[in-house]
């Protein structure tokens, strides 16, 4: 190679971002912001496209970081941008995760600047992703007027896509109001702000966030007032409700009201026996594709019978559900058979013939998720697997060959998830 030669400096730009790019092509799942830094040092000219997809990403704090290192990386961070402003425009995913540790950020001075650069390029399509944790107790923002006026109203509110809050107290209602390009919200354990004070920012109805899904739980009447008139529940696709369904009961109504015509998916933690889940009525959800219940006791028909009643809501004339998922949890000691125990879930028993009926019109693919604690005493925990597993395909495959004789259309599968407990 002659001296002086630079290859790289002939190379054309096009070639010089394929080249960068390829770094993204791998196997994993996402790619890993330290890849591109070694690039950006091989010249000049890939300095420009290695940066760009190494701060497409930015999670500036997580919720672990101590205070300091909260601190040192929100000063990193702000010493980049004003090294190289245009590292700002490259920024098109921004990740917040806050807690009590770094609540001070709301009113940061150097944190409010790198927003003011980094929002200012953002259009619709940016994604930005906010979580809020109260892991000691609940989160409380110091001062909700400063919140709203100095952070979520300028950086916040115009551009977040997904929020995310978790034991927060008191939260200021514009937050969630003013939220047009809200994709995805979970709530749980989140009260808002029971009066509004005159000082607050006035509420703008056009600015309703119209979320696609939504996670909530335990946030007694927040979602009774969101659903009044603050979020707009008329395009969702997937809800996920937990806790003791029966205290969520008229918040599930109003968001299954509201989303008929959207809803989907469908997802609800049965957290204990008797809670209430044949109040539901799926009727009210006609195109709902996907179910999935959770935590089902085994042990308990009472659990079994709501249940049954709770897919009897479904309209199987009418019904555009396609898929259900049943987990069912339990404790087996030795003394039972794995077929005693899976007595309610057999094709003979209730629960099977209220699938079979879905089924009747179009084809229905039903899992049962049998999530069984094994306690064993005569046996080590090896044996007792591998009897468990022996017993549960000679159950299974006897069940199915039922099922495909009762019913062409429906398609039922079994999996079994044991953790084996030894006393001795």
Excluded at 84 to 98: E, Q, T, W
Excluded at 361 to 371: K, M, T
Aim: charged share 25%; hydrophobic share 40%; glycine share 4%.
């Amino acid at each position: 190679m002659p001296p002086g030669f630079a290859p790289f400096s002939h190379l054309s730009q096009e070639l010089i971002d394929e080249i960068i790019d390829v770094l993204l092509e791998t196997e994993e799942s996402r790619w890993i912001t330290s890849q591109f830094c070694p690039s950006a040092l091989v010249c000049r000219a890939f300095r420009h496209r290695s940066q760009k997809h190494a701060f497409y990403s930015v999670r500036p704090f997580s919720h672990r970081d101590s205070l300091a290192s909260s601190r040192k990386r929100v000063d990193d961070f702000h010493g980049i941008l004003q090294q190289n402003p245009r590292i700002a425009s490259y920024v098109r995913r921004l990740k917040l995760d806050m807690n009590d540790t770094n609540r001070w950020l709301f009113d940061d001075p150097l944190f409010c600047d790198i927003m003011e650069l980094v929002s200012r390029t953002w259009a619709v399509g940016m994604r930005l992703e906010l979580s809020v944790f109260g892991w000691g107790g609940n989160f409380q923002f110091t001062n909700n007027r400063r919140v709203e006026t100095r952070f979520l109203k300028p950086f916040i509110t115009p551009f977040i896509t997904s929020l995310d809050l978790y034991s927060t107290y008191n939260i200021p209602l514009s937050l969630l109001a003013h939220c047009p390009h809200l994709v995805e919200l979970k709530l749980a354990l989140v009260t808002v702000e029971a009066i509004r004070p005159p000082n607050a920012i006035d509420i703008d109805h056009s600015l309703c966030p119209r979320p696609r899904k939504f996670t909530f739980e335990s946030c007694g009447d927040s979602i009774r007032i969101l659903a009044t008139g603050y979020v707009d529940f008329g395009y969702l696709q997937h809800l996920s409700v937990s806790g003791c369904l029966s205290d969520e009961l008229g918040d599930v109504d109003l968001i299954l009201i509201a989303s008929s015509s959207s809803l989907d998916h469908l997802h609800l933690d049965f957290r204990k026996p008797g809670d209430g889940l044949d109040l539901y009525d799926l009727g009210k959800a006609p195109n709902l594709g996907f179910l999935s219940i959770s935590e089902i006791c085994l042990v308990d028909e009472g659990s079994l019978i709501e249940l049954c009643n709770l897919l009897r809501t479904i309209f199987s004339e009418k019904s555009n559900i396609k898929r259900i998922a049943l987990e069912f949890m339990g404790d087996l000691d030795d003394e039972y058979s794995l077929a005693e125990f899976l007595g309610g879930l057999e094709t003979s028993g209730p629960l099977c013939v209220v699938l079979i009926k879905l089924a009747e019109r179009e084809p229905l693919v039903v899992e049962f998720r049998l999530d069984i604690s094994l306690q064993c005493e005569e046996f080590s925990p090896e044996e007792m697997w591998e009897r468990r597993n022996k017993e549960m395909r000679v159950w299974s495959a006897k069940n199915l060959e039922l099922v495909s004789l009762l019913s062409s259309n429906l398609c039922l599968s079994h999996y079994l998830y044991s953790p084996v407990f030894n006393p001795q």
